[in-house]
């Protein structure tokens, strides 16, 4: 009797873990977009502060004043405080005074971020 009860037991345990492990369907619609940011290779070289593939990608032509999320590589160089950079993105010819859609230049952001060194430069090529 208690082989016949223990056996029950174990079938309704492992019927009901098949159930449970059952895909679960939704019937409800969702509709919702999913948006991901990814930040251009050469922006992420300057937010890394990697000065020798930032030359490179500039030697292999990217833009200098390139947008991406609406700020200049200056912009993300004084936000990070890459001294190097700055100095070398505004050789190449980036735009000091470019502003963002809130109207924000490098230098708002090297002060957003207080970098001090990349608002001394920033001073300096102002």
């Keep these: 009797m208690k082989k016949t009860f ?16 059952s895909e679960v369907k939704d019937n409800e619609n969702r509709n919702y977009e999913l948006t991901t940011y ?18 490179k990608m500039i030697e292999e032509g990217s833009d200098v004043n390139l ?3 609406g700020k200049t590589p200056l912009m993300y160089a004084a936000r990070y405080n890459r001294v190097d950079i700055i100095r070398l993105l505004v050789g190449k010819g980036a735009y000091l005074q ?3 859609k ?11 971020s207080n970098a001090k060194e990349a608002m001394a430069v920033l001073k300096e090529f102002s």
């Design 38 to 55: 990814q930040k251009d290779p050469f922006i992420m070289a300057i937010i890394k502060g990697d000065f020798d593939t930032v030359v």
């Design 98 to 100: 470019a502003k963002d």
């Design 67 to 69: 947008r991406s999320e």
């Design 102 to 112: 809130n109207g924000n230049t490098a230098m708002n952001f090297a002060e957003l």
């Design 6 to 21: 223990v056996t029950v037991l174990m079938i309704i345990f492992i019927t009901s873990v098949g159930f449970a492990s």
